[in-house]
Every structure is written in C-alpha cells, then in structure tokens.
C-alpha cells in the first residue's frame, strides 16, 4: 500500500511558493564572492544548529552556539554534545546533497538520527534504529496529559518505506518546497525514533530542498522561523489523539501553507541581509578573484592579460576589491601584487 497524502494547492499556498520563487531569483542574482557566500553558510548552519535544537529544548544561546562551534572544547556536557552532533550532522547532509552522494532511504535516515543522538542515550540499541517500543506525546505544559498516540512500532518500517518511497518518486515532479513540507510532517507523525525525531526530520528536510532542485538550500535555515513561535510550529505539524483512528483524518494543506510561510520569511530575512554580507561582484571582479585562487597574486599586467577593460578601470576594479576587503596590495611601484586578504 502507497502513501497519498490528502493536501490542496490553495490560492494561499500557490502565492506563497511564487513570492519564495521571486525571492530566490533576487538572491541569485546578487553576484557574491567566494568569501561571502561561506558566509551565508556559515551563518546559516549556526542559526540552524542553534534553532533545530532550541526547538527541543536545548538552553544554549546563539552567542554560545556560536562560540562552542569556533572553539569545539574536549569537555563538553550533554547540553553542547547536542549542538556539535547536530552541527556535523548538517554539513554532512550540506556536503553529500551537494556532491550527489545523499540517497535517501531508510539507511540514511538512520544514520542521520544516529548522529543527533550520539553518545546521549544510554540504551545504545535505540540509536541508529527504528523504535521497537510505543511512545506517546504529551503537552509540554501538562506532562500528564498524552495529546498524540504514535503508530505500533511494528509498523514503524513499513510506514517510513511507504514515505520515503512516495518522496523518491516525486523528486522532480513536485516542488521540493511542497515536498519537503509533506516529508516533514509525516516523519513527526510516524515518529520513527525513541528521540531525536524533530532533530532529525529537520535535518532530511533540509537534504530534500536541495534534492529537489532548491539550489541555495544551504544559505538559509527555516529552522529559525520555528524557533520563533515554537508553540505555533508544534500546533501546526502535530496530530492530536491515535494515529489508527485519525490516519485518514489528516490533511496537510494548513501545515503546507506554514511551512511555506516560514521559508518565504527567512529567505526575505537573508536577502535583506545580503548587503550587509558582501558588496555586488560582477565578472570581471569575480575573474580577479579565480585568477589569484588559481595563481595566489595578481598583478596589473595579469589583470591586463585577462581582461578587456581600459587601464582605468582595471585600476578601479582592483582598488574596489581592497576597499571591500577581499583582497590587499603588497608592495610599492613596479612590484605592486594583490592576494586574497588573510581573514
């Protein structure tokens, strides 16, 4: 039996996926250097380490994510083990979408919540694994009261193959903003691991934008948008009550309209900032910066040797470059260099 999720392509929803599409094409069209694209990622990978595990409850501040990240102490205690382990975990998914080496079946999705929970659960035999015990969600304001029944774990595997099957053959056909939305909840609604669920939902969610075509899925975090209203976020990708009696029930179309929601606001929230990152390159500085990639210095003559603009405005292309801060000059008259400023 196949999953079909039960969802409407609302007028809401449609107008959202194309204001995020316009977005998008605005974002790519900012020519950026090398240097300010890592980062966009770096950044983004920050406030997504710090905001995937705030949602769960994790105490640690951005400005103490941030240091932890840069200093990766020995000694760490459970709170900072999460904030590492989901850190690697996302420039592992970062790096294998990006070469092409991410597959996404059951063995992967393991291996990611594995590496969320690692060295925090003392029954090792729950990670790496599908759950092979019942669960039960509570209100985290009333511990007492049980708002979700999660599937038997029997039916854990079947479930997930079901979901990951409908994910790989849609890849391409459906929006990957669509996509990565019915992905999402699903796998929260399946539940499939004794901890680190949203963690590593988040996690596959990200890898699903990029495997459906999402090519600046890297420079953003949506997790951002949940941590802000993390009760909304809850409300909106739960299920209340057992999942057996309210598995035909469930409609996605409330949940996609706020998934959505939340990638248009954070990528409205990094265009906004590009300014900030790093000034507009066009080819020709972009050719500037290759060159001394490639050859570690760049001269005037160089310059002159691979480009067509006048000697003025190679002079002005250069001084640009030193005064936005990605590269310097060494030495004085005829033994005038450029190399890539030491950050």
Do not use: C
Request: proline share 3%; aromatic share 8%; hydrophobic share 40%.
């Amino acid at each position: 039996m196949s999953w079909l999720p039960k969802y409407t392509l609302t007028d809401e929803l449609l107008i959202t996926i194309r204001k995020i599409g316009e977005v998008i094409g605005g974002i790519n069209s900012v020519r950026l250097s090398t240097q300010a694209i890592n980062e966009l990622q770096i950044k983004a990978r920050v406030l997504s380490t710090h905001a995937s595990t705030s949602i769960e409850g994790n105490p640690l501040a951005l400005t103490d994510v941030r240091q932890l990240l840069k200093s990766s102490p020995s000694q760490i205690r459970d709170t900072e083990r999460e904030i590492l382990n989901y850190n690697q975990a996302l420039q592992d998914v970062y790096r294998n979408v990006k070469s092409d080496d991410f597959i996404l079946n059951s063995k992967t999705i393991k291996s990611v919540q594995g590496q969320v929970v690692a060295n925090l659960m003392p029954n090792k035999g729950d990670i790496g694994h599908y759950r092979e015990a019942p669960v039960v969600i509570r209100d985290p304001r009333r511990p007492d009261a049980i708002i979700f029944i999660p599937p038997d774990s029997k039916d854990v595997s079947s479930l997930m193959d079901e979901l990951l099957g409908f994910i790989n053959t849609k890849l391409g056909k459906i929006d990957p903003i669509i996509l990565a939305g019915l992905f999402h909840r699903q796998h929260v609604i399946i539940h499939p691991f004794m901890d680190g669920n949203g963690r590593t939902t988040r996690l596959i969610t990200t890898a699903i934008l990029g495997l459906g075509g999402l090519d600046i899925f890297d420079l953003f975090s949506f997790e951002n948008f949940y941590n802000r209203q993390v009760t909304r976020y809850f409300t909106k990708v739960g299920v209340f009550g057992d999942y057996y009696e309210e598995q035909g029930n469930i409609d996605f179309t409330n949940w996609l309209e706020y998934f959505a929601e939340g990638m248009l606001d954070e990528l409205i929230r990094v265009k906004g900032g590009l300014k900030a990152v790093g000034p507009r390159l066009e080819i020709y500085h972009q050719a500037i910066l290759d060159y001394i990639q490639q050859h570690g210095f760049i001269t005037q003559r160089e310059y002159g040797s691979i480009s067509t603009r006048s000697l003025a405005s190679r002079k002005k292309d250069l001084a640009n470059l030193v005064a936005w801060n990605l590269i310097e000059q060494r030495g004085k008259g005829r033994n005038i260099t450029y190399v890539m400023l030491e950050q």
